[in-house]
Structures are given as structure tokens and as C-alpha cells.
């Protein structure tokens, strides 16, 4: 920033003087030194992150809903909540209505606010709830705490959220042909949707074609 608006720093004790060519030098070689140090530090705590993920361990200070504030004991009143809410979703309530009974029974999140739709979202496409430990949108291992529901639980949930769209869980490709297969009338690509009976299937954008 100096350089660009010629300005002449010089710092009290005279060792970084930019106004000369050693002086920048100096000034150059403390400001690599200290950006390297910043960024070890950084890989220091990603590997930390990523080594409590590996071995299940949880993270953060915010007990999760469902546990004890040693986020791996179940909660008494709310693991049994949140099966409640799987088996609700899964038998097709909605997600509104679901919240509209949380708020009905006075139950709140573990910030101590109501419940939402996306909060409900969010929390039921959680894999820690099925006892699995993500890191960086990937299930990376079994976690440390038991879980609070079934993995085929969790996951025919998670299906059914993202079947209705919206950002996803895992950013992995589930669709074999997404990208690559196109619309023999239009040349679009083809995209994937459900069928009224509940099927996927990949359609046209344009609504050329539909196969399941
Ligand atoms: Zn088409």
C-alpha cells in the first residue's frame, strides 16, 4: 500500500525503513515471515478439526439438540423429540406442521428460540444425528455419540428433503446422468425430478422428455 501511494514509512526503531531499498527488503522479509506463521497456524487448526472429525469426536461449544451439554449422553425429553420428528417427516407430515407442534408443546431449539422451517430443515439433514461424523459436507466417520435415530432413517430423510430441492447436504453427484445426458428435441441437459407416484426420474427442462 505504501509502494502504490508513495508514502515513507519507517518504523520507530528505524529497522524498516521503506524509503530505502534495504529498508523494504526488511520490511518484505518480516511481512513473509509473518504471513507464513498465519498460515501455519491456519493448517494447524484445519488438521485439529479434521483429526476430532476422524475420530467422531464433536466439535463446537453449542450442545446440539437431542444431547446433554457433553453432546454425546442423549437428552431424556428431546432425544425422544427428535425421533418424533423423523417419524413424523417420514410419515409424511410437513415440515411447517412439525414446527407448528414443537412451538404448540413450547419446545426450543438449544439457543432457546422457536423452532423454524429451516432450522428444522438443517437439524433433520445433520448426520450427528444418526450417529456420524461429517466434516466439510462429507460423513467422515462414526461418531463418538450414540445416535439418536437409525442411519436408514436419517437417510430416506434426507432423500425426501432434497428430492424437493433446494441446497443439499452433500455436494457429491447422486445423479449418474446429470451433466452429461441431454434432450434429443432440444439439446438441454437433463435434469432429475420425482414422478407423481414418488419415482425419480430425469426430464427436460423444456419438458421434451421424461424417463425413468
Ligand atoms: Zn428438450
Given at each position: ?17 521503506l ?15 509473518a ?41 431424556p ?25 414443537l ?110
Amino acid at each position: 500500500a505504501a509502494e502504490q501511494r508513495g508514502l515513507r514509512i519507517v518504523t520507530a526503531n528505524g529497522e524498516a525503513d521503506l524509503g530505502t531499498d534495504a529498508g523494504r527488503m526488511f520490511a518484505r522479509i518480516k511481512a513473509a515471515v509473518a504471513r507464513q506463521e498465519v498460515d501455519r497456524k491456519s493448517a494447524r487448526q484445519k488438521r485439529a478439526a479434521q483429526q476430532r472429525a476422524e475420530r467422531g469426536q464433536s466439535w463446537g461449544s453449542r450442545r446440539p439438540f437431542g444431547f446433554m451439554a457433553d453432546q454425546t449422553t442423549h437428552h431424556p425429553v428431546e432425544a425422544e423429540i427428535v425421533r418424533g420428528m423423523y417419524d413424523d417427516f417420514l410419515n409424511g407430515v410437513g415440515q411447517r406442521e412439525i414446527v407448528r407442534r414443537l412451538t404448540a408443546r413450547g419446545v426450543k431449539t438449544t439457543m432457546g428460540n422457536d423452532w423454524s422451517q429451516p432450522v428444522l430443515r438443517n437439524f433433520l439433514l445433520n448426520p450427528r444425528n444418526a450417529g456420524l461424523r461429517a466434516y466439510k459436507g462429507e460423513v467422515v466417520s462414526e461418531a463418538a455419540w450414540e445416535p439418536l435415530v437409525d442411519e436408514a432413517t436419517w437417510r430416506a430423510t434426507v432423500d425426501r428433503l432434497e428430492g424437493r430441492g433446494g441446497p443439499t447436504y452433500s455436494r457429491a453427484r447422486k445423479h449418474l446422468l446429470v451433466g452429461v445426458a441431454t434432450c434429443g428435441v432440444c439439446g438441454e441437459g437433463m435434469r432429475t425430478n420425482y414422478t407423481v407416484a414418488g419415482a425419480r426420474q430425469y426430464v427436460c427442462p423444456k419438458h421434451h422428455v421424461a424417463r425413468r
